[in-house]
């Protein structure tokens, strides 16, 4: 069965400082991975994804993440942490039969000034 | 593009009644699917539509849960007899293809809540 693990239910980072918010996944084959942000009482917000290709991935609002197939890791970064990124954030891979997404428990990101 | 809409944002009602939810797709999207999060939790697939057809459901729906695509473009969620643990958030999202490495774009879903 496919998975995904996000082992840290909350990150704190200095404004300023990078952040990584980590992700393991567990998949037969090559996987589609993705990352999502959500903000209080909305949707989920598609940040970036990894289908193929270069390993580092460059997404939206200066994240990008890194796929690690020796580690089956896909964790999301960014050199310089904003207040306004404090949100819940998480990683999924996506079913290739059915497309539908299989979402860790997510990771808060906490970003103090 | 208008992005995936839902109605309505909030829902509370009393337990033992029937709630239903609607979700309008981005027009050009015929993939929908629908899933339920709850407190502190990612989101879990319930069902997903290709146009009208419902082509898989989880065995998170029970038979109380019924989905509906009618015409391939907006998509109902009903609930039935609704119980307490039926309060989450109801997250509904859409796609192009399955061979589109587009993502899904998800709407602000629906928050039910059962008193």
């Known amino acids: 069965a496919q998975s995904v693990a996000q082992p840290e239910d909350q990150v704190n980072v200095a404004e300023g400082n990078p952040l990584t918010v980590k992700c393991t996944y567990s998949v037969s084959g090559n996987p589609y991975l993705f990352w999502y942000v959500q903000y209080p009482n909305r949707g989920l917000q598609f940040l970036l994804k990894?289908?193929?290709?270069?390993?580092l991935v460059k997404g939206s609002y200066g994240f990008e993440a890194e796929f690690n197939k020796s580690q089956t890791s896909f964790h999301l970064k960014k050199p310089s942490a904003l207040v306004s990124d404090s949100a819940l954030y998480f990683c999924a891979v996506r079913d290739k039969s059915t497309g539908k997404l299989i979402f860790g428990q997510g990771t808060t990101l906490q970003v103090k000034p | 593009d208008t992005g995936v809409s839902q109605d309505p944002r909030h829902k509370i009602t009393k337990r033992g009644q029937n709630v239903t939810f609607r979700c309008d797709p981005i027009?050009?999207?015929?993939?929908l699917y629908w899933y339920r999060q709850t407190l502190g939790q990612g989101p879990e697939f319930l069902t997903y539509f290709q146009n009208e057809a419902q082509l898989e459901k989880s065995r998170l729906l029970s038979d109380r849960f019924s989905a509906e695509r009618p015409k391939g473009s907006f998509s109902t969620l009903e609930i039935q007899r609704t119980e307490q643990g039926d309060s989450a958030m109801y997250l509904c999202?859409?796609?192009?293809?399955?061979?589109?490495?587009?993502?899904?774009?998800f709407g602000d879903g629906t928050r039910l809540s059962i008193l």
């Open positions: 027009s050009e999207h015929n993939r």
């Open positions: 999202a859409s796609s192009l293809e399955l061979d589109s490495d587009q993502p899904q774009h």
């Open positions: 990894y289908i193929t290709g270069d390993n």
